[in-house]
């Protein structure tokens, strides 16, 4: 079992920045690809961007923070950052951290049924 813990949501002006955390306390943090979910009241729960494992050296975003969000990994820290800029209020929604056994890169680490293991979510509220 893999245990995630977001950190660093709140509420944050359009037009400003936000860097989520994701602690985890997987032993091998490295063989894990890693990503973050949203969710927005009555929606699924989307993609948002990924990392590869070990050294990260892929990683994948979706269309809609495509140059403003950015991902990275510290696996000395087991941790998972999420750096988000240009926040605009239709980024408000449930952030999620997750996890995934796997070795996959590029496109396919998008897919949700990939990943193992979640957070509990963090509100990231972005007022006009």
């Known amino acids: 079992q893999v245990l995630l813990v977001e950190s660093g949501g709140g509420l944050v002006q359009a037009g400003g920045s936000l860097r989520l955390s994701c602690a985890t306390s997987?032993?091998?943090?490295?063989?894990?690809?890693m990503a973050w979910f949203r969710q927005a009241p009555g929606n699924e729960r989307d993609f948002v961007a990924a990392?590869?494992?070990?050294?990260?050296?892929?990683?994948y975003y979706a269309d809609s923070v495509k140059g403003r969000f950015t991902i990275s990994r510290d696996n000395a820290k087991n941790t998972v950052y999420l750096h988000m800029t240009s926040l605009k209020p239709e980024d408000t929604a449930v952030y999620y951290c997750?996890?995934?056994?796997?070795?996959?890169?590029?496109?396919?680490?998008?897919?949700?049924?990939?990943?193992?293991?979640w957070g509990q979510g963090t509100q990231i509220t972005v007022s006009s």
């Open positions: 997750a996890a995934a056994d796997a070795a996959t890169t590029g496109q396919a680490m998008g897919r949700r049924g990939l990943y193992d293991y």
């Open positions: 997987a032993r091998t943090f490295s063989d894990y690809a």
């Open positions: 990392i590869s494992w070990k050294r990260g050296s892929s990683t």
